[in-house]
C-alpha cells in the first residue's frame, strides 16, 4: 500500500501514462507496421490510437470506481475474493514479464549498436538496479521524474528527425488505402499492443490525488502517444523505404544513424540519441516493475510496498535472460502483447461490466 | 553505526568497478579508421579480394609545426588487401597483420570492383544491412577495373583519398554526369526494386580518380554502363539535377551556346495502360545561358530559338538513355515502376509480375519545356 502522502497531481499522471507507453517499441514499430499494411502504416498508427483510447477509457471508468480502494481491494469486492487474488497474481506476472522483455530488448539494442562486447548481463542489471533505486521511493518520487523526463525526450526526438528532413520521401507512403481491411485491422491491433502500457494506471490509480481527471488522463496520454508514433513512422518510412523498413530489425535506430547536423558540424549523432532513448526506456521498466510490486503487496495487504521490490528482481531478472536470440525474443515480444489485450482491455471491460450490474443490482436490494 | 560504516566501505571498494570506465573501450590510439573498403573478386575466382584504407594519425597531424613535417613524408594512408570468404572474414584476418583495430564508423567510400559486380553483390549488400558498425552514409560506387587499384591513388589535393572521392560528390550541384548513392539509398532502391539500382562509376586516372555516368545494377548484377550523357538523361527524369551543363550549335556559328541547368521537374503520366503501358514525362527545365558565341546578341526571339534547341537537345539525350535502358539492358532504372506502384496501383497490380520484360517495350515519350531564366551579365 501507498504512504498517505505518496500521491500524484493529473499533470504527473499523464506525463507517467505517457512515459511508460512510449520506449522500447518506438526501435521495432514502424517494421511491424510496414509488415502488415505497407504504406498505409499512418493509417494503421491512427485507427490503433482509437484501440488504444477506449480500452484507455474503459480503465479510467473502472479507476473512478475505486473509491479510495485499491485495485485488488476493488476487484474482490465486485468479483469475490479468490478472483481478487487470482486477477492480482496474473497481473503481477504480467509487469514481470513485461519488465523482462523491456530489459531484453533494450540490451538487444545497445549491445547491437553501442555497447557490442559488453555482457548483455551487465546492461541488464544496471538500468534494473537503478529502476531499483527510483521505485523504492514510491510513485510520486517516480511520477516526478516522468515529467522531468518528458521534454527531453520529446525536444530530442522532434529536432533529430527534422534533420532527416532532406532524405525523406513522403512519396514512399502512397498509395493510399490499398492494403485489405483485414490487413488494416490486424495492423491496427498491432499498433494499439505497441500503445500498451495504461494499465499501469490500474494499479497506480490509488495513488492518483483525485480521480475526477481520469478521463482527461486517457485521452491526452494516449493522443500524444498517438502523435509521437504517426511523427516516428511517418519519418522512418519515408527516410528508408518500406521494403528496406520491413528488413530492419530496429528501423528507427537505423534512421538515426544517418542523420547528420546540416553544415558537416556534427557526424555520427546516433549516440547521444540513443542515450536519451535508454532515459525512455528507463522511464517503461520503472512503472512496470513498480506495478508489479504494488500489485503483489496489495494481494497480501502489506503495509510497505518496498519491501517486494528486491524481491521481484532475481525473477525479472532471470526471466529477460531467458530468451536465446533475438528471434526468439520476438516470439516472446509478441505474446506479452498479446497478454497486453487481455489485460488492457479484456479484463477492465468485465470490471466494468462487473461493477456496473454490481452497482444496480445493489440498489435493487 | 557500525553498520554505516561497513556499508560505505563496501560502496567504496565497489566503486573500483564502475569507475573503470567504458567495457568496449579502444582507445583511439588503437584503432584504425578505414576511410575506403575495396571489395574485388580474388584471383582464384572464388573468394573475395578485400581491401581496407586507413589513414595514418601521426602523419596528417604532424603536418604543422610538428618536426617531420607532412609534406615530403610519402603517402598518409596505408591500403591492406586480403583474400577472404567475406568482408568481415577480411577485416578478422587483418587482425593477424595489424597492430591496431579496424573501425568503420567513419568510413566513407565503398568501392566494387567491376568483376565482382558482374558476378552479383548480394553479399555486399547483406554485409552493409547486418553491419551496425558501418556509416549508413558512405558512398557505394562501382569501380571500372579493380578497386584495389583506385585505393592507393596519390595526389597532393586532399589529404585522404577517402575525402577526395567523397568531395567529388558534393560536386553534383554543378554536374549531373555521374549520380550519387550512399548506403541508405543503395538500401532502399535496392530493396524496393529487388536488386536494380544505378550506382556511379569510377575510373582511375595518373594521379586522380573519374566518377563519371553509371553502372547498370540488374538483379544485384552489373549489366554494364551508362556514359556520362545517357547518366545525365537518366538524371532528368529521377529529378536528380541539382545543376547541369547543356550544350548546343546555333547553326551558323562555330562556337556553342552552354545552358546551366537550375531547376529540374519531372513530371510521369500514364496514358495508355494496354498491354504495354505509354508513358508521358513532362520535364521543366529551367536555367540560364552562360556562354554564347560572341557574335550573337540576345533578344527574346533569340531566347525563343535557343530555347527550342535546348529542348530538342534534352529531349534527344533523355530519349537515348531510355532507348539503353529499355533496349540493351532491359531493367527499370527510372522509376515507372514505382511511379505506378505508388500513384496507379490497380495498373501496377497487373503489371507487376511481369514488369521485367513489359518496361522494354513500355512507350516512352517525352516532352521538355525549357525557360531561360537568366542571361549572365550581357547580352
Not at chain 2, 567504496?12 to 571489395?39: E, H, K, P
Not at chain 2, 604543422?64 to 570468404?85: H, K, R, W
Not at chain 2, 577526395?164 to 548506403?183: G, H, L, T
Amino acid at each position: 500500500m501507498l504512504m498517505d502522502d505518496d500521491r500524484i497531481s493529473t499533470a504527473q499522471a499523464i506525463a507517467l501514462a505517457i512515459n511508460t507507453i512510449l520506449g522500447v517499441g518506438l526501435t521495432t514499430l514502424p517494421r511491424e507496421l510496414t509488415k502488415a499494411a505497407g504504406p498505409d502504416c499512418w493509417i494503421v498508427v491512427i485507427l490503433g490510437g482509437i484501440f488504444a483510447l477506449i480500452s484507455a477509457l474503459i480503465i479510467a471508468t473502472v479507476i473512478t470506481r475505486f473509491n479510495g480502494k485499491t485495485f485488488i481491494e476493488y476487484t474482490s469486492s465486485i468479483l469475490g475474493r479468490p478472483v481478487g487474488f487470482l486477477v492480482g497474481v496474473l497481473y503481477a506476472f504480467y509487469f514481470v514479464l513485461s519488465c523482462a522483455v523491456v530489459l531484453r530488448i533494450f540490451s538487444s539494442v545497445i549491445k547491437n549498436f553501442v555497447l557490442e562486447s559488453t555482457p548483455r548481463e551487465f546492461i541488464i542489471i544496471t538500468l534494473l538496479v537503478l529502476s531499483f533505486y527510483l521505485i523504492r521511493h514510491g510513485l510520486e518520487p517516480m511520477a516526478r521524474f516522468m515529467v522531468i523526463n518528458t521534454p527531453i525526450w520529446l525536444i530530442t526526438a522532434v529536432a533529430a528527425f527534422l534533420f532527416t528532413f532532406n532524405k525523406a520521401d513522403f512519396s514512399e507512403l502512397l498509395p493510399f488505402f490499398r492494403t485489405p481491411p483485414d490487413k488494416l485491422l490486424f495492423g491496427s491491433l498491432s499498433a494499439a499492443l505497441s500503445m500498451a502500457g495504461f494499465e499501469v494506471l490500474m494499479v497506480a490509480g490509488q495513488g492518483l490525488n483525485t480521480t475526477k481527471h481520469v478521463y482527461k488522463i486517457a485521452l491526452v496520454s494516449i493522443a500524444t502517444v498517438t502523435a509521437s508514433y504517426l511523427y516516428l513512422v511517418v519519418f522512418v518510412v519515408s527516410v528508408l523505404g518500406v521494403e528496406e523498413t520491413k528488413m530492419l530489425l530496429w528501423p528507427t535506430v537505423d534512421v538515426l544513424r544517418s542523420i547528420t547536423v546540416p553544415g558537416g558540424i556534427l557526424e555520427r549523432i546516433e549516440a547521444p540519441l540513443i542515450t536519451v532513448w535508454v532515459i525512455m526506456v528507463f522511464t517503461t521498466l520503472s512503472p512496470y516493475y513498480f506495478s508489479a510490486a504494488i500489485t503483489i503487496a496489495n494481494i497480501f495487504n502489506a503495509k510497505e510496498f518496498k519491501i517486494f521490490v528486491p524481491l521481484l528482481f532475481p525473477w525479472i531478472y532471470f526471466l529477460s535472460m531467458t530468451p536465446q536470440n533475438v528471434l526468439e525474443l520476438e516470439s516472446w515480444l509478441k505474446f506479452v502483447g498479446n497478454l497486453s489485450i487481455g489485460f488492457g482491455f479484456v479484463i477492465p471491460f468485465i470490471m466494468l461490466i462487473a461493477g456496473s450490474l454490481k452497482a444496480r443490482w445493489g440498489k435493487s436490494q | 553505526m557500525k553498520l554505516k560504516k561497513i556499508f560505505l566501505i563496501t560502496v567504496a571498494a565497489l566503486s573500483i568497478f564502475y569507475t573503470t570506465g567504458c567495457w568496449d573501450m579502444v582507445d583511439i590510439d588503437r584503432r584504425f579508421f578505414v576511410g575506403q573498403i575495396g571489395v574485388d573478386k580474388a584471383e582464384d575466382g572464388e573468394q573475395m579480394l578485400v581491401s581496407f584504407v586507413f589513414p595514418i594519425v601521426r602523419k596528417i597531424a604532424g603536418g604543422q609545426g610538428g618536426g617531420e613535417g607532412g609534406g615530403g613524408g610519402g603517402s598518409t594512408v596505408i591500403a591492406v588487401s586480403t583474400a577472404a570468404d567475406s568482408i568481415h572474414a577480411a577485416a578478422r584476418q587483418m587482425a593477424m597483420r595489424l597492430s591496431r583495430r579496424l573501425f568503420f564508423e567513419h568510413t566513407r567510400v565503398i568501392l566494387i570492383g567491376e568483376e565482382l559486380a558482374r558476378d552479383g553483390i548480394e553479399e555486399v549488400v547483406n554485409f552493409l544491412e547486418r553491419n551496425s558498425e558501418i556509416n549508413r552514409r558512405s558512398f557505394v560506387i562501382i569501380v571500372q577495373g579493380k578497386a584495389k587499384d583506385l585505393l592507393n591513388f596519390q595526389n597532393e589535393i586532399e589529404v585522404l583519398p577517402a575525402l577526395y572521392i567523397a568531395n567529388i560528390f558534393k560536386n553534383r550541384d554543378i554536374c549531373a554526369r555521374f549520380v550519387e548513392v550512399d548506403v541508405d539509398k543503395f538500401m532502399r532502391e535496392i530493396h524496393t526494386t529487388n536488386g536494380n539500382v544505378l550506382l556511379p562509376r569510377m575510373t582511375l586516372g595518373k594521379t586522380d580518380v573519374k566518377i563519371s555516368g553509371a553502372a547498370v545494377m540488374k538483379k544485384y548484377k552489373l549489366m554494364g554502363w551508362l556514359e556520362e550523357n545517357e547518366t545525365m538523361g537518366a538524371n532528368f527524369i529521377l529529378e536528380e539535377i541539382r545543376g547541369a551543363d547543356i550544350v548546343v550549335y546555333i547553326p551558323g556559328y562555330k562556337y556553342p551556346v552552354v545552358f546551366t541547368v537550375t531547376h529540374n521537374k519531372a513530371a510521369k503520366e500514364l496514358l495508355e495502360a494496354g498491354d504495354y503501358p505509354k508513358f508521358r514525362v513532362k520535364l521543366d527545365v529551367k536555367g540560364e545561358i552562360v556562354e554564347t558565341p560572341e557574335q550573337i546578341r540576345l533578344d527574346q526571339e533569340m531566347l525563343k530559338k535557343i530555347e527550342k534547341l535546348l529542348e530538342d537537345r534534352i529531349n534527344q539525350i533523355v530519349t537515348s538513355s531510355i532507348k539503353k535502358l529499355q533496349q540493351e539492358y532491359q531493367v527499370d532504372l527510372l522509376e515507372f515502376g514505382v511511379y505506378l506502384s505508388k500513384h496507379k496501383p490497380e495498373v501496377w497490380e497487373r503489371y507487376e509480375k511481369d514488369w521485367e520484360n513489359i518496361f522494354p517495350d513500355a512507350e516512352i515519350n517525352v516532352e521538355t519545356k525549357v525557360t531561360i531564366r537568366g542571361i549572365g551579365a550581357s547580352y
